[in-house]
């Protein structure tokens, strides 16, 4: 399956530098066509570089939305507006929107269904957190995260769906030495996932799901996370941030 590499560039890049960044990007991935990209800026920067993005292969996508159309919502951004942006994708459930936001798997489920009605594709994050992991919690926190986020979603709608697997341990939070996760922990939570979606759904919507990784991805392991049988592609934070290094990741996805 061809593999979706999307950056997250988070609370980063005033509009200029979402421009400089995507110009820069464009000439050194020019040729490139191994896999699907995603940006997905601040809002503030999304009517830009929906404009900027025209015509080229590359996807814009938003990092959150409200669930519902429109209201009183005070600060929130609805589905509808991203539409509008003519966003493709959006990124929900991030575990900084866990766990700075308190938001929850029926929150986000609530999200979901209406992304879908919106026939925007999404990024679903899920992972535990190190105390989880420690306890040896892992396999049952992302079992329950599958199970509540994708309530009442049927197989067609799987197909606009792709499974981020972040462990939040490996979240970089901005700091470039901070380590992934090794491939092979990343592949077997991968693998896990898929046997989860094959439980949920059936073999062959678990085998053509997309399960990207996130957490501290950047060139220098790229190469071999993205090797792996079951990493689909990557969700990448820091190193997303600059073009070059970006580029290398995309270009790391064969
Ligand atoms: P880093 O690549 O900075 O670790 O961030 C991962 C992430 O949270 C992407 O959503």
């Known amino acids: ?3 979706l590499i999307a950056a ?3 609370m980063n890049k005033s509009v200029e530098e979402s421009v400089s960044f995507i110009n820069e990007f464009k000439k050194i991935i020019k040729n490139e066509k191994n896999a699907d990209v995603v940006i997905c800026p601040p809002f503030t920067a ?3 570089l929906s404009k900027e993005l025209k015509n080229s ?6 990092q959150n939305m409200h669930f519902e159309d429109a209201g009183a919502f005070t600060g929130e951004i609805s589905p509808l507006m991203l539409k509008d942006m003519e966003c493709e994708y959006v990124i929900l459930g991030h575990s900084e929107r866990r766990e700075i936001f308190n938001e929850s798997d029926f ?6 269904i209406a992304a879908l009605k919106h026939g925007l594709k999404l990024i679903l994050c899920i992972g535990e957190n190190i105390e989880q992991k420690q306890s040896g919690k892992t396999n049952e926190v992302i079992e329950n995260q599958l199970k509540n986020c994708l309530k009442n979603i049927d197989k067609i709608q799987m197909e606009k769906i792709t499974i981020a697997y972040e462990p939040i341990w490996a979240i970089s939070r901005g700091n470039p030495n901070h380590k992934a996760a090794t491939k092979e922990d990343a592949e077997e ?3 896990f ?6 439980n949920m759904f059936d073999k062959n919507i678990s085998k053509n799901t997309r399960i990207i990784y996130g957490g501290s991805v950047k060139p220098e392991n790229a190469k071999e996370l993205l090797s792996m049988p079951n990493i689909d592609g990557g969700l ?6 600059n073009a070059k290094s970006f580029a290398e990741i995309v270009k790391a996805a064969k």
């Open 1 to 3: 399956m061809k593999k």
């Open 8 to 10: 997250n560039w988070k």
């Open 46 to 48: 999304l009517a830009t």
């Open 57 to 62: 292969k590359i996807k814009l996508g938003a």
């Open 107 to 112: 929150l986000i489920n609530k999200k979901i």
């Open 189 to 191: 939570g991968h693998k």
């Open 193 to 198: 996932i898929r046997n989860v979606v094959e």
């Open 236 to 241: 990448v934070g820091n190193a997303s941030l």
